[in-house]
Nanobody, 121 residues
Framework: QVQLVESGGDLVQAGGSLTLSCAAS????????MNWYRQAPGNQRELVAR???????YFVDSVKGRFTISRDYVKNMMFLQMNSLKPEDTAVYYC???????????????WGRGTQVTVSL
């Protein structure tokens, strides 16, 4: 059974930093792109950052220059380094990825359960 598990969420003051981690486990054969989404109360879930299989990345404009995304291809992990945090970054952050499990030849989209990031003034 494939699982995506996020960790690292916390309460932090504005201007502070956090690093989120996402660990993919199970009978994984391949992972293409991996994503971080976030959802604040009353808002739709939005894509924050994406790291493609070739290592290139995408960031939503509101976090450019403050967030970085990385992957450990061996350990099937993804990280989101968040600097200069603002109160508007407060949200539940979700890991998302397209995975191919062993014995299959197709990708399935998976979600983690999320980790709470709260940024106070």
């Amino acid at each position: 059974q494939v699982q995506l598990v996020e960790s690292g969420g916390d309460l932090v003051q504005a201007g502070g930093s956090l690093t989120l981690s996402c660990a993919a486990s199970g009978s994984i054969f391949s992972i293409t792109d991996m994503n971080w989404y976030r959802q604040a109360p009353g808002n739709q879930r939005e894509l924050v950052a994406r790291i493609f299989s070739d290592g290139s990345s995408y960031f939503v404009d509101s976090v450019k220059g403050r967030f970085t995304i990385s992957r450990d291809y061996v350990k099937n992990m993804m990280f989101l380094q968040m600097n200069s945090l603002k109160p508007e970054d407060t949200a539940v952050y979700y890991c998302n990825a397209d995975l191919m499990t062993s014995g299959t030849d197709y990708y399935v989209n998976y979600w983690g359960r999320g980790t709470q990031v709260t940024v106070s003034l």
